[in-house]
């Protein structure tokens, strides 16, 4: 395994700055604008190495393991469906809708071969659900520097923590290699973005991650909803005002809480290191459920840990309104 995750840094690594001279040949920049969290002009597009690592591990997977082929070649295929919409997107911006029709089309792949492996039509279901929506969570989340793939990183390495052992761990453990491979090109100064190519690919990758660890009952749904509560809190929330409030809320926007928090910080770093931070601890509290909690205490602590999600992101959303909007001082995203 050490081995591996070795060669996947690699990969990931130079993967990484090959696609950041790519987009600068081919002028893909993300500029400052309102919508924006950076102050300069930044190439995009260097998820695309983490796409590849795990089209690898999917691969190698398929390979060692015939009997369940099939399972890696729908996830391989969904996979490269979300990558290849965000990588064109990422050259030429495509409507919301179209993207999320294909984000619909590799969710639906991801069930069926889910479906065929397990003979659990709501499992199926639930893969369905958990790919539509987390493929586009962290893509709303992919907003400052080193938060996307740095939260990737830490819910693969606890579901590849639980699944030790399981081919799923080991395909977990080789997304946590991609993001390390991936992170000091973003991280804390950004020399190239995720693009949509690689954040939908992370969602995408992380929702496949949930429903194994279900499916092979190394945990619950209530213990598998902690790992990504950041993301959900954030995003769901911000996402559910933008409704009431009557916005276009498909539209690219500045309003997460973590937005917020970065231009109150006049930094990024400090968000990705608090989002970070909230995620281990969370983490901790599934490794130290998993023996133990029976249902009544895991749905309580899980509705808990929420409950002070959703606390947490109203006190930053009234400290942004607060200060006019945030500072300011320019967001760092360099």
């Not at 369905?128 to 390495?157: P, R």
């Not at 023996?291 to 006190?315: D, E, K, M």
Request: charged letters at 10%; proline letters at 3%.
């Amino acid at each position: 395994m050490t081995v591996w995750m070795a060669l996947f840094f690699v990969i990931a690594a130079i993967t990484t700055w090959l696609a950041r001279a790519y987009a600068l040949q081919r002028n893909l920049l993300d500029h400052p604008g309102e919508r924006r969290s950076h102050g300069t002009a930044t190439p995009r597009g260097g998820g695309i190495s983490i796409v590849l690592v795990l089209l690898i591990a999917a691969l190698a997977l398929a390979m060692r393991d015939p009997s369940h082929a099939l399972l890696w070649v729908g996830f391989a295929a969904g996979l490269l469906i979300v990558a290849g919409i965000g990588w064109w997107d990422d050259h030429r911006p495509l409507p919301a809708g179209l993207r999320l029709g294909f984000h619909a089309v590799a969710a639906t792949m991801l069930a069926v071969v889910v479906l065929i492996t397990h003979d659990n039509v709501w499992l199926a279901i639930a893969a369905f659900f958990a790919a539509v929506i987390l493929t586009n969570v962290w893509n709303f989340m992919d907003g400052i520097n080193g938060l996307a793939a740095s939260q990737a990183a830490l819910v693969a390495a606890g579901f590849a923590t639980v699944m030790s052992g399981s081919t799923w761990g080991w395909l977990g453990w080789a997304l946590v290699a991609a993001c390390l491979g991936f992170l000091p090109f973003n991280f804390p100064r950004a020399r190239i973005f995720l693009g949509d190519v690689g954040s939908s690919a992370l969602g995408f990758a992380i929702a496949a991650l949930v429903v194994a660890a279900v499916a092979e009952e190394t945990t619950t749904w209530p213990l598998a909803a902690i790992p990504i509560s950041a993301f959900m809190v954030d995003a769901g929330l911000t996402l559910g005002r933008r409704v009431l409030r009557g916005e276009r809320w498909w539209t690219a926007h500045a309003q997460h809480a973590y937005q917020g928090w970065a231009r109150c910080a006049g930094s990024h770093v400090p968000v990705t290191l608090g989002y970070g931070a909230w995620t281990a601890v969370g983490l901790g509290i599934v490794l130290g459920l998993r023996p133990h909690g029976g249902f009544i205490l895991t749905f309580t602590v899980v509705l808990a840990w929420y409950t002070v999600g959703a606390s947490l992101w109203w006190r930053l959303q009234c400290r942004v309104a607060g200060t006019g909007q945030g500072n300011q001082r320019e967001w760092r995203k360099r």
